[in-house]
């Protein structure tokens, strides 16, 4: 079974910066496109970026030249360098990997992230 597990979320002022990691385990199928979504009070949940095995990136508009992902292959790991946070990015934040395993997608638990004016 892939399990993912996210860390690194937390309060910052904003302006501020923070790093999300994600760590997939299990049986991962290799040929796989892992990802961050996130969703506000209220909202429904949203693309923020993705990222495919060979590193083809995507990102939401909301996000483009503040946010960058990335990924280590051989930790099956994914990245998310998030700069100049806004009020507006508060959200639980959750990574997704499609093609990890047997069924469609995976998603992590979420971690919260927090950005004060």
């Known amino acids: 079974q892939v399990q993912l597990v996210e860390s690194g979320g937390g309060l910052v002022q904003a302006g501020g910066s923070l790093r999300l990691s994600c760590v997939a385990s299990g049986a991962i199928f290799r040929l796989n496109t892992m990802g961050w979504y996130r969703q506000a009070p209220g909202q429904q949940r949203e693309l923020v970026a993705t990222i495919t095995r060979v590193r083809s990136t995507n990102y939401a508009d909301s996000v483009k030249g503040r946010f960058t992902i990335s990924r280590d292959i051989a930790k099956n790991t994914v990245y998310l360098q998030m700069d100049s946070l806004k009020p507006g990015d508060t959200a639980v934040y959750y990574c997704?990997?499609?093609?990890?395993?047997?069924?469609?997608?995976?998603w992590g638990q979420g971690t919260q992230v927090t950005v004060s004016s």
């Open positions: 997704r990997c499609t093609s990890c395993g047997p069924q469609y997608d995976y």
